[in-house]
């Protein structure tokens, strides 16, 4: 909280007469029956005068405190940005996923297109030109944009003119993209970046390995970059997370992305400035950006196994998967986090020892492998536990991250192909050695990053599977490391997986057999938005208690009060609901008179406790004399 901030706390005060403290709940309510039969007040309604002076005292408390937390919240929401949200499109796409995406709004009028999430530096977006020229169809289907309808387009400052390839070398894909800048919008706060980095693609197509010609269907958002902007002679375009960090939107440039699986109904999670810590399982891998700006890693072995029950029939449980038949690879490989692309891009060598046990058959034209559905080995490897293990470097603890089969059984349509068709998603990339691992692997990772204008880190974790609540645990990243989830891996696929029996041991239900995703803890700082969210738990769960405590007591109090009085009080004393009873033995009806200088009291008059011993010290003096 700034310096300047300054918050007044507002608590309900109620004044009463004071009492001595009662031992029980019928001594309480004695002395109230004393002290109405003085004052001329039925006992009942004043037990109900003090019961409605609590309710006021209560309610006058529940208020303060409820303002306390306004305030409270109010001031964290105006000094700590929260993340933004952006939003997963209610579509899936093809030809190879089915692949989730995201929505965003471009220009003005704003034109709605879906993009897929991740890369650095530009997006980009197709034109309504990128399918004149290809018959097949579906071509473009997550929306193409209309350079000539928007007002806010700026297509002369940058005078150069790039490669069409975001895929990082993994897919041979010619084409020209001309950068330009445009206004963005997001659904969530509605924030819009102005002067948004971006290439128009007006000409683009696929070339599988037999030389087969496909459109493009979504384009790419880029989160972000290790730079304050992107600069072209002196021209800066923006970069999204940079531009709402430096506008105050959000509490840093930085993201957390997890692309989840369309085929299991695990949404998609992208935040801007935060993440859902509930997508990253574990302790989550924090390493250095590097000069390349690519999300690279070391990749130490792949291995084939089964978390839990027994291994299907022909299927052998290994490791040692990533260098096998590849006497080149000693000790590792450097892969990069490739959310642009689809496919797990290996050496063929390990493609092919992937591979080596499953019912698959290789497919030239696409050079992927098709999943042979009809063998009996199939369904029994998709719907069991079975997995690769991906082991990756880390400097303080190597991370393991599980891909179970049943996210690597995916499917080819249209124009692919004229019937669905379920393949494997490895091949070498279309550049010999640019290894990386794109969305087929990242349905079971979580990646993001704070880019700390140059000097941050990016994260890898462990993602969850489709048994995974759908509420976010939203975290801001204000720091170089993050905090994964507590999560038990196993318990978010066991709706899912069928276990195949084992003969000689089972593990308990719900017992993980995790023991390769690290467990090292990381120190972390509690940052001021969390401790905001803290004090007002601690407060709204005070209110809480208090007004169950309040009720509870009334409740009681009722119960005992209805049609009782204390036990010094016969029935022949009970005063008339209707007349109060006499203060004094003089005002009965035909009693002697007062002495001199004593009257009785009128309905306007009043009389303290004090002034009523006075009155009956002076009546008995009279007396005597």
Same mark, same amino acid.
């Given at each position: 909280?700034?310096?300047?901030? !300054? ?26 029956? !004393? ?6 007040? +039925?006992?009942?309604?004043?037990? =109900? ?7 006021? $005292? ?15 919240? =109010? ?22 996923? @089915? ?79 001309? %950068? ?8 969530? !706060? ?17 070339? #599988?390995? +037999? ?29 999204? %997370?940079?531009?709402?960090? +430096? ?7 930085? #993201? ?19 993440? +859902? ?34 291994? %299907?029939?022909?299927?052998?449980? !290994? ?19 490739? @959310?642009?692309? @689809? ?10 020892? $992937? ?30 536990? *079975? ?83 759908? *509420? ?13 989830? %507590? ?7 066991? *709706? ?23 467990? *090292? ?97 002076? =009546? ?6």
């Amino acid at each position: 909280m700034k310096d300047s901030t !300054r918050c007044t706390f507002i608590f309900g005060t109620t004044r009463a007469g004071t009492l001595p403290a009662a031992s029980n709940e019928d001594e309480r309510k004695d002395r109230a029956v !004393r002290r109405s039969h003085f004052n001329g007040v +039925d006992p009942q309604s004043f037990l =109900h005068l003090q019961s409605g002076l609590f309710t006021t $005292m209560a309610r006058r408390l529940v208020i303060g405190v409820l303002a306390n937390v306004y305030l409270l919240s =109010h001031v964290y929401s105006q000094d700590v940005p929260l993340p933004v949200r952006v939003s997963p499109s209610t579509k899936t796409y093809g030809p190879d996923g @089915p692949w989730q995406a995201v929505t965003v709004k471009l220009g003005d009028p704003e034109q709605t297109i879906d993009l897929y999430p991740g890369g650095i530096f530009e997006s980009t977006v197709f034109t309504t030109e990128v399918c004149d020229n290809i018959k097949a169809r579906p071509c473009g289907s997550g929306g193409l944009y209309n350079d000539t309808a928007s007002a806010t387009l700026d297509d002369t400052s940058i005078r150069i003119e790039f490669d069409a390839d975001w895929t990082s070398g993994a897919m041979y894909q010619p084409g020209k993209a001309q %950068p330009v800048m445009e206004q963005i919008a997001f659904d969530d !706060r509605n924030q819009v970046v102005a002067d948004l980095s971006m290439n128009l693609v007006s000409n683009l197509e696929t070339i #599988y390995p +037999d030389g087969s010609k496909y459109p493009v269907q979504v384009g790419q958002l880029a989160l972000g970059a290790p730079a304050d902007n992107q600069t072209f002679d002196s021209v800066n375009a923006s970069l999204i %997370p940079n531009y709402l960090q +430096d506008k105050k939107f959000i509490p840093s440039s930085s #993201y957390g992305l997890h692309i989840g699986s369309a085929a299991l109904n695990l949404p998609l999670s992208l935040w801007l400035g935060g993440y +859902d810590s509930s997508r990253a399982i574990g302790s989550v891998s924090s390493q250095p950006i590097p000069a390349s700006s690519l999300f690279t890693i070391d990749l130490l072995d792949i291995g084939l196994g089964v978390d839990n029950g027994a291994s %299907p029939p022909n299927f052998t449980e !290994r490791q040692g998967v990533l260098a096998e038949g590849n006497s080149s690879i000693t000790s590792s490989v450097p892969v990069t986090m490739n @959310p642009g692309a @689809p496919y797990m891009y290996l050496p063929n060598s390990t493609c092919a020892a $992937m591979v080596k046990d499953l019912p698959v058959t290789y497919n030239a034209k696409f050079g992927l492998y098709f999943w042979n559905t009809q063998d009996p080995d199939y369904a029994k490897i998709i719907t069991s536990p *079975t997995l690769l293990s991906f082991t990756f470097r880390d400097s303080t603890e190597n991370l393991t991250v599980k891909v179970p089969f049943q996210l690597l059984n995916l499917t080819l349509d249209a124009p692919l192909v004229t019937e669905p068709t379920s393949y494997f998603p490895c091949q070498p990339p279309n550049n010999a050695t640019d290894y990386s691992l794109g969305r087929a692997f990242l349905q079971a990772a979580f990646i993001g990053v704070n880019w700390e204008k140059g000097n941050g880190n990016w994260f890898l974790a462990q993602a969850p599977g489709p048994n995974t609540a759908l *509420t976010p645990v939203q975290k801001p990243i204000t720091s170089l490391t993050i905090d994964g989830s %507590p999560a038990n891996w196993t318990e978010t696929w066991n *709706t899912v997986w069928t276990p195949i029996p084992d003969s000689n041991s089972s593990p308990p239900p719900g017992a993980s057999t995790d023991k390769t995703t690290k467990t *090292t803890s990381r120190k972390s700082t509690v940052s001021g938005g969390a401790i905001a969210g803290i004090v007002i738990a601690v407060v709204a769960a005070s209110v809480l208690f208090f007004t169950v405590g309040f009720f509870v007591r009334r409740k009681k109090q009722r119960r005992r009060g209805h049609g009782s009085q204390p036990a010094w009080w016969t029935p022949s004393e009970k005063p008339n609901p209707i007349e109060p009873p006499p203060l004094y033995q003089h005002e009965v009806e035909g009693s002697t008179p007062l002495p001199k200088g004593i009257h009785t009291l009128s309905e306007a008059d009043s009389i303290t406790p004090g002034q009523h011993e006075e009155g009956i010290r002076l =009546h008995e003096l009279s007396s005597n004399a």
